[in-house]
């Protein structure tokens, strides 16, 4: 077949549609409980062809800075979304809440901080747990955690049970250990989901619920976006195609935006595994914009 002939040109414009330019607006790196530096984060999306990446790391900023260096000094093409992924509560549900495009303001990190500063806590709460039970974990291994100025979760003592050489996989440990403790340690003090929003707007951004729970409903939904919430995810590793089908639609019809990405947090699910197209992050910008 020719090259410039019509037909080539139509199949070219066919696969063009069929594998539009994308983002990943779901993504976590070591500043929270990722396996990937920031510099990382951005690396691996330009090896996965990403127009736009965010880090929406766990109640933490602080890889910002270090993304968009490694984005200017390696030349790459990638829009970087700044993002976080805060831990709220809404209805006494633990609700997480997708950031994008906040400025870094006192207030902002002031917020964060206090969320942290629960996350720790909770964090050393696991850890007495484990020990009543007579799994001895690394002394050395947690104060390098503690003191490395992460946002500390239940991932990172998956890695120390790993680490000790308890389990072989992180999976094994949240399966044998942490989901069968998680009952007896309180609950994370997590932010409630109107404060988190507020904060955010004041900061000149916008919100979007996170993975959203196969209870969801339209009258739910249309809940949140009655509080202020701006976004849906609609593509994240738990969704069925029918599910992000789903909630594509309720979007449509609240007239809210969609999100989505991986939730990678490292070797486990690809960056770029899950993605929306990049007319998907412009229309977020617009409705958040109104």
Same mark, same amino acid.
């Given at each position: 077949m020719p090259r410039r002939s019509p037909f080539t040109r139509l199949c070219q414009l066919a696969s063009a549609l069929a594998? @539009?330019?994308?983002?990943?607006?779901?993504?976590?790196? #070591?500043? !929270?409980? *990722?396996?990937?530096? @920031? !510099?990382?984060?951005?690396?691996?999306? +330009?090896?996965?062809?990403?127009?736009?990446? +965010? =880090?929406?790391?766990?109640?933490?900023?602080?890889?910002? /800075? &270090?993304?968009?260096?490694?984005?200017?000094? /390696?030349?790459? $093409?990638i829009a970087f979304v700044p993002g976080v992924e805060i831990s709220t509560v809404h209805e006494s549900r633990d609700c997480h809440l997708l950031a994008y495009d906040a400025a870094p303001t006192t207030e902002l990190n002031a917020f964060l901080g206090t969320i942290q500063v629960a996350r720790r806590a909770r964090f050393l709460q696991f850890i007495d747990r484990l020990r009543a039970e007579g799994i001895a974990? /690394?002394?050395?291994?947690?104060?390098?955690?503690? $003191?490395?100025?992460?946002s500390l979760g239940r991932r990172h003592i998956a890695t120390l049970l790993v680490e000790a050489g308890i389990v072989r996989r992180r999976f094994e440990a949240f399966r044998r250990h942490l989901h069968r403790v998680g009952p007896s340690v309180p609950r994370l003090a997590a932010a409630p989901m109107g404060d988190a929003?507020?904060?955010?707007r004041a900061a000149g951004g916008w919100t979007c619920l996170a993975h959203p @729970?196969?209870?969801? #409903?339209?009258?739910?939904?249309?809940?949140?976006k009655a509080i202020g919430v701006d976004a849906? &995810?609609?593509?994240?590793?738990?969704?069925?195609?029918?599910?992000s089908n789903r909630l594509r639609e309720w979007a449509g019809?609240?007239?809210?935006?969609?999100?989505?990405?991986?939730?990678?947090? *490292?070797?486990?699910?690809? =960056? *770029?595994?899950? !993605?929306? @197209?990049?007319?998907?992050?412009?229309?977020?910008?617009?409705?958040?914009?109104?």
């Open positions: 594998d @539009p330019e994308k983002a990943d607006l779901h993504v976590h790196s #070591t500043a !929270s409980d *990722g396996s990937h530096t @920031p !510099s990382q984060v951005i690396a691996f999306a +330009a090896l996965a062809k990403l127009k736009a990446v +965010a =880090l929406t790391d766990h109640d933490s900023i602080v890889g910002w /800075n &270090e993304a968009r260096t490694a984005i200017v000094e /390696n030349g790459f $093409a974990l /690394n002394d050395s291994a947690i104060e390098r955690l503690l $003191a490395g100025g992460a929003i507020a904060v955010v @729970p196969e209870e969801m #409903t339209f009258e739910a939904l249309a809940e949140l849906v &995810e609609v593509e994240f590793p738990a969704a069925t195609r029918a599910r019809a609240l007239e809210m935006g969609c999100g989505g990405g991986s939730d990678c947090h *490292g070797d486990e699910r690809h =960056l *770029g595994a899950r !993605s929306i @197209p990049m007319r998907d992050v412009h229309d977020l910008r617009r409705f958040a914009r109104r």
